[in-house]
């Protein structure tokens, strides 16, 4: 049985999965044995080209397929198929270092925090736009205690009396999550910690995909109309990719 898994969620990531998975599994067994047994699996979001085969070539230990596409439903499916009482979540395009994952597993581990996140950096030069959301958002989470989706961990008990990633919205889900465990958490004594340092790596591709105009019109529909995060068409920037660009 598995101490802690790490789950990725992945839709058309054939491009990115296997780097993903080299670097998730470097971080495994730089730990050696330090927090248990450790178990990766990839979920399969209906994607429509080759990434679950990649990922069972990486080296994933195992590859799970949901069908319904939304990343809030493919992050608890792999939370559903693992008796793992530490869950780590990373994004198909990000790269964790063996620092970062010991430290999540260290303060899960602790008794004292029911789960967290990590501070993110891109892995290429982007817009002044998309540089300025992301300095934002680890802005924000260092003061708030938020986690991205690229990056969050937490104890089974904790997400399961969070909720799970909510499944009614198209983005924002690990916003939500975290603030439903954070509610559970205070009365008992518990944290919520963001690690600043080693920070995770994931891709800027979008900066290159999206104009400046596009993401300002995304957050905006986001912020002025929330009940937009239901409709996965409101929500289309997480979830298609301009014609041209590799799948």
């Not at 994933?60 to 008796?83: C, K, L, S």
């Not at 892995?123 to 003061?143: C, E, F, K």
Request: include cysteine; aromatic fraction near 10%.
């Amino acid at each position: 049985m598995p101490d802690y898994a790490i789950i990725i969620p992945a839709y058309n990531e054939e491009a990115f999965i296997a780097a993903t998975i080299v670097a998730a599994r470097e971080a495994m067994v730089a730990l050696n044995g330090e927090f248990g047994k450790g178990e990766l699996i990839v979920v399969d979001n209906n994607s429509t080209d080759r990434t679950g085969a990649v990922a069972e070539e990486a080296g994933a230990d195992r590859v799970i397929f949901e069908p319904h596409n939304q990343i809030a439903r493919a992050r608890n499916a792999g939370a559903e198929n693992t008796t793992a009482e530490r869950l780590v979540f990373i994004d198909a395009d990000t790269r964790v270092e063996s620092g970062t994952l010991r430290q999540a597993l260290a303060l899960l581990a602790s008794g004292d925090v029911a789960g967290g996140g990590a501070r993110i950096v891109m892995d290429q030069a982007v817009s002044p736009m998309v540089d300025w959301l992301v300095r934002t958002w680890n802005r924000l989470a260092a003061v708030f205690n938020y986690a991205a989706g690229s990056f969050f961990f937490a104890r089974r008990d904790a997400f399961e009396a969070g909720g799970g990633f909510d499944e009614t919205v198209y983005a924002g889900e690990e916003v939500w999550l975290a603030r439903r465990i954070k509610a559970w958490a205070k009365p008992r004594g518990l944290g919520f910690c963001v690690i600043s340092d080693p920070p995770v790596v994931t891709s800027g591709r979008k900066s290159d995909w999206f104009s400046t105009r596009d993401f300002i019109g995304q957050l905006a529909i986001i912020f002025l109309i929330p009940r937009a995060t239901r409709s996965r068409r409101l929500c289309a920037m997480w979830y298609r990719r301009p014609a041209g660009t590799a799948e």
